[in-house]
C-alpha cells in the first residue's frame, strides 16, 4: 500500500484488475484487508478496472486458455493487454513463462516487498 499511495501523490495512474483486488481480499481475510482494500477507490490516481459484460468475460476465458493463468492472474495480464500498461509484481518468475502468450507482449516490473527489505522475511531455517 505504501508503494501505491507514492505512486499516487506522483500523479501515476495505475490501473487495478477488480479480480486482482479479489485475490488480495481472499489472501487476507477480515475487516482490516476489507477497509485497506475499500481504501484503493479513494485514490485519485488509481482506477478499479471492472469485469464488466459479456465481451470482457469472453477475453478473460481467452486469456486464460492461452496463457493458462488462474482467473485473478488472467484478468491482470487481459486488462495489461487492454491499456497496454505494465504489470507490477511481486513474483517475475511466475510471469515469465507467459510474456509472448497473447497478440502483444506483456510487460512486467518485479518489485521488492517492503518487508523483505527491512529484514522481516521469511525466518525459516535454511
Not at 8 to 35: F, H, I, S
Not at 48 to 67: C, D, K, W
Request: proline share 6%; aromatic share 4%.
Amino acid at each position: 500500500m505504501t508503494l501505491i499511495q507514492g505512486y499516487d501523490a506522483e500523479g501515476q495512474p495505475l490501473v487495478v484488475p477488480v479480480l486482482a483486488v479479489t485475490a488480495a481480499a481472499a489472501d487476507m481475510p477480515g475487516e482490516d484487508a476489507a477497509d485497506l482494500l475499500g481504501g484503493l477507490e479513494l485514490f485519485g490516481n488509481i482506477e478499479i478496472a471492472p469485469l464488466h459484460g459479456i465481451e470482457q468475460a469472453s477475453r478473460l476465458a481467452v486469456v486464460m486458455a492461452r496463457t493458462g493463468l488462474d482467473r485473478w492472474d488472467a484478468h491482470v495480464a487481459s486488462v495489461a493487454d487492454a491499456a497496454a500498461c505494465r504489470i507490477l509484481t511481486l513474483d517475475a518468475a511466475k510471469w515469465r513463462g507467459h510474456l509472448e502468450d497473447l497478440d502483444e507482449p506483456l510487460h512486467i516490473i518485479e518489485i521488492t516487498d517492503p518487508d523483505e527489505e527491512a529484514g522481516g522475511g521469511d525466518d525459516s531455517p535454511g
